[in-house]
C-alpha cells in the first residue's frame, strides 16, 4: 500500500472521469504517424493515473476505445489494441500492484479479441483485492448502446415476470448499468478542444462538471491534471437545487 501524499481535501472529487482526445493530432503537427500519438498518449494515462493515485482520488474512468473507433482503419484499430495489451502486461502490470489500484474495463466485451479479453478478465480478478485507485477503463465503450442493454436486460425480467414495470425507477435503471459498482464521476476532463461528451457516460455524467481543455492528450500532464481539479474546487454545485446562502 502506497502512502498518499496529498490526502483527499473535502472538495475534491472522489471520481474523475476523462475523455482523451487529440493524440491524432499532436502526431500530424509534428509530421509523425498517428500511430506515435497514440503511444505518447498511453504514456500520458500512465502518468495520469499516477497523479490520480497520489492525489488520492477514488475513481478514474478513461476512456480508451469507443464503440465508433472500430470504424477506424484496420491498421490503427490493430495498434490501439496492441497498445492496450502493451500497458496491461509486464512493467505496467507491476505498476498496478506497487500503486495498489484496482483495475476494471467497461465496453462491449464481445467484441474485443480472445486474447485481450483473456488478459482483461485476469488483471481484474488479480487485482479484485487492491484498496487503491479503482481505474476504470472504457474499451469498445458507447453511452447509449450501455443505456439500450440496461433497457433489453430489465424488459427480460418483466416478460419473465420477475419485475412489474411500475418498479422500474433511476436506481433500479442504475443497476443494470455496467457502472453500477461506481459512484457517478463528479468532474469530467475532455482534453483536445473539442467540446462535446461523444456518448460517453451519458446516464453518469448527468451532473457532472465538466472542464474542457484545448491541450492535447499526449501533452496533459500532472500540472494541467491539476489546474482541471483546482478549477472543479472553484465550482458550486447544486444539483437543480438553490445557490446556497449559508
Ligand atoms: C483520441 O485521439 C484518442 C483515442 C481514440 C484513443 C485513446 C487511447 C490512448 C490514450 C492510448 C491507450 C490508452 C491506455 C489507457 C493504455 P484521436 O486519435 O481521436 O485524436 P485526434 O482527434 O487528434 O485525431
Not at 59 to 78: D, I, K, M, Q
Not at 136 to 151: D, H, K, N
Request: a neutral charge; one cysteine or more.
Amino acid at each position: 500500500m502506497t502512502a498518499r501524499p496529498y490526502p483527499l481535501h473535502e472538495n475534491y472529487p472522489r471520481h474523475v472521469a476523462i475523455i482523451m482526445d487529440g493524440n491524432g493530432r499532436w502526431a500530424t503537427q509534428r509530421g509523425r504517424p498517428r500511430k506515435l500519438g497514440h503511444l505518447q498518449g498511453a504514456e500520458a494515462a500512465r502518468r495520469i493515473v499516477r497523479a490520480a493515485s497520489e492525489f488520492g482520488l477514488s475513481y478514474l474512468t478513461l476512456f480508451a476505445f469507443s464503440s465508433e473507433n472500430w470504424r477506424r482503419p484496420g491498421t490503427e484499430v490493430a495498434e490501439l489494441m496492441g497498445l492496450l495489451h502493451r500497458y496491461l502486461s509486464g512493467e505496467h502490470r507491476q505498476e498496478l500492484e506497487e500503486l495498489d489500484i484496482r483495475l476494471r474495463v467497461i465496453g462491449q466485451r464481445e467484441r474485443l479479441p480472445d486474447t485481450t479479453l483473456r488478459q482483461i478478465e485476469r488483471i481484474e480478478s488479480e487485482t479484485a483485492h487492491h484498496k487503491g485507485l479503482n481505474v476504470v477503463i472504457a474499451i469498445s465503450y458507447g453511452g447509449r448502446v450501455e443505456i439500450a442493454t440496461a433497457a433489453r436486460r430489465l424488459a427480460q425480467k418483466v416478460q419473465e415476470g420477475e419485475m412489474d414495470p411500475g418498479e422500474i425507477n433511476e436506481t433500479l435503471m442504475e443497476r443494470f448499468l455496467e457502472t453500477s459498482a461506481f459512484p457517478d464521476p463528479d468532474l469530467l476532463i475532455r482534453t483536445g478542444g473539442e467540446k462535446r461528451i461523444s456518448n460517453f457516460l451519458l446516464w453518469q455524467l448527468a451532473y457532472a462538471e465538466m472542464v474542457f481543455s484545448d491541450c492535447l492528450w499526449p501533452d496533459f500532464d500532472r500540472e494541467a491534471f491539476l489546474a482541471a481539479l483546482n478549477e472543479y474546487q472553484m465550482r458550486e454545485r447544486r444539483y437543480g437545487a438553490l445557490v446556497s446562502t449559508g
